[in-house]
C-alpha cells in the first residue's frame, strides 16, 4: 500500500509561482510512475505532468514551459514547480502513484490552487 500526502497549494495572483510537494509513505517501486493531475469544477481530472524514476518526463500542453515535475526518490518525495500561473491553472491538485505491476494505483486527498486575476 501507498499512502499519498500533498501540500503546498494556496491563493496567488496571476504570474505568482507555486511548489507543491508529495509525499510518498509505504513501499516505491522502481517501475512506479508519480503524476500530478488537477480537478477543476465541473470539469474532468486531467494530468498535468508525470515522471518515471529514471527521470523522464511528459507534460499536458497547457503547462509546458510553466511547470516542472520532479522527485527525490530516496526520500520518496515528488514535486510540481508551478511559474507563470493563470486563473485557467485554478484546481484541485492530485498526486498519483501508478504501478503498472503489480497494477496499483493510489491518490492523495488533493490540494487546492487558487489563482487570481
Known amino acids: 500500500q501507498v499512502q499519498l500526502v500533498e501540500s503546498g497549494g494556496g491563493l496567488v495572483q496571476a504570474g505568482g509561482s507555486l511548489r507543491l510537494s508529495c509525499a510518498a509513505s509505504?513501499?516505491?517501486?522502481?517501475?512506479?510512475?508519480m503524476g500530478w493531475y488537477r480537478q477543476a469544477p465541473g470539469k474532468q481530472r486531467e494530468l498535468v505532468a508525470a515522471?518515471?524514476?529514471?527521470?523522464?518526463?511528459n507534460y499536458a500542453d497547457s503547462v509546458k514551459g510553466r511547470f516542472t515535475i520532479s522527485r527525490d526518490n530516496a526520500k520518496n518525495t515528488g514535486y510540481l514547480q508551478m511559474t507563470g500561473l493563470k486563473p485557467e491553472d485554478t484546481a484541485v491538485y492530485y498526486c498519483n502513484i501508478y504501478r503498472p505491476l503489480p497494477r496499483g494505483d493510489y491518490w492523495g486527498q488533493g490540494t487546492q490552487v487558487t489563482v487570481s486575476s
Open positions: 515522471i518515471t524514476t529514471g527521470g523522464s518526463t
Open positions: 509505504g513501499t516505491i517501486f522502481s517501475i512506479d510512475v
